[in-house]
């Protein structure tokens, strides 16, 4: 993203995304009220690395401080899939890759959401089967373990 704001605009930010106003609002708000123009694509970004979720219309409040939902009770274990391990997701490649792809895998995140992931002769990241919604911080363990995975040589 080349476009860096300030804390007190983050802050602005978080509180528009807190009222439910959406990208496009976010968009347009930061024109108006910054002078900051990014494009559609980076405000998502923006929200993404910041872990900013846009309130629904229903929930839109001011934000409180977020706590971490409990743990789900682990799934049973599905075959070709490994078990939850608790602290870390578990990510494992594909023997045969999903033609198609460059490579393919699976993932179990410690919430017990399961997919599919694969990436694609354009580098392209996509995931397929997915049970749930990862957290932002599952997600990165994820991403932490895939690296980690395709760096053994695996």
Same mark, same amino acid.
């Given at each position: 993203?080349?476009?860096?704001?300030? =804390?007190?605009?983050?802050?602005?930010?978080?509180?528009?995304?807190?009222?439910?106003?959406?990208?496009?609002?976010?968009?347009?708000?930061?024109?108006?009220?910054?002078?900051?123009?990014?494009?559609?694509?980076?405000?998502?970004?923006?929200?993404?690395?910041?872990?900013?979720?846009?309130?629904?219309?229903?929930?839109?409040?001011?934000?409180? =401080?977020?706590?971490?939902?409990?743990?789900?009770?682990? =799934?049973?274990? $599905?075959?070709?899939?490994?078990?939850?391990?608790?602290?870390?997701?578990?990510? $494992?490649?594909?023997?045969?890759?999903?033609?198609?792809?460059?490579?393919?895998?699976?993932?179990?995140?410690?919430?017990?959401?399961?997919?599919?992931?694969?990436?694609?002769?354009?580098?392209?990241?996509?995931?397929?089967?997915?049970?749930?919604?990862?957290?932002?911080?599952?997600?990165?363990?994820?991403?932490?373990?895939? $690296?980690?995975?395709?760096?053994?040589?695996?």
């Amino acid at each position: 993203m080349a476009t860096k704001l300030s =804390p007190e605009q983050l802050d602005m930010v978080r509180q528009w995304a807190a009222q439910g106003v959406d990208l496009n609002g976010i968009q347009k708000n930061l024109v108006a009220e910054c002078d900051v123009h990014m494009t559609y694509m980076d405000v998502r970004f923006l929200l993404l690395d910041y872990g900013i979720e846009i309130a629904k219309p229903a929930e839109a409040a001011p934000a409180p =401080p977020k706590e971490e939902p409990a743990a789900a009770p682990a =799934p049973a274990e $599905t075959p070709g899939m490994p078990a939850p391990t608790g602290g870390k997701p578990e990510v $494992t490649l594909d023997e045969l890759q999903i033609p198609g792809t460059l490579l393919s895998g699976k993932a179990v995140f410690p919430s017990g959401v399961k997919g599919a992931w694969q990436i694609d002769q354009m580098g392209r990241f996509g995931w397929s089967e997915l049970s749930g919604k990862p957290s932002p911080a599952e997600l990165q363990a994820f991403q932490f373990e895939l $690296t980690q995975l395709l760096s053994r040589g695996v």
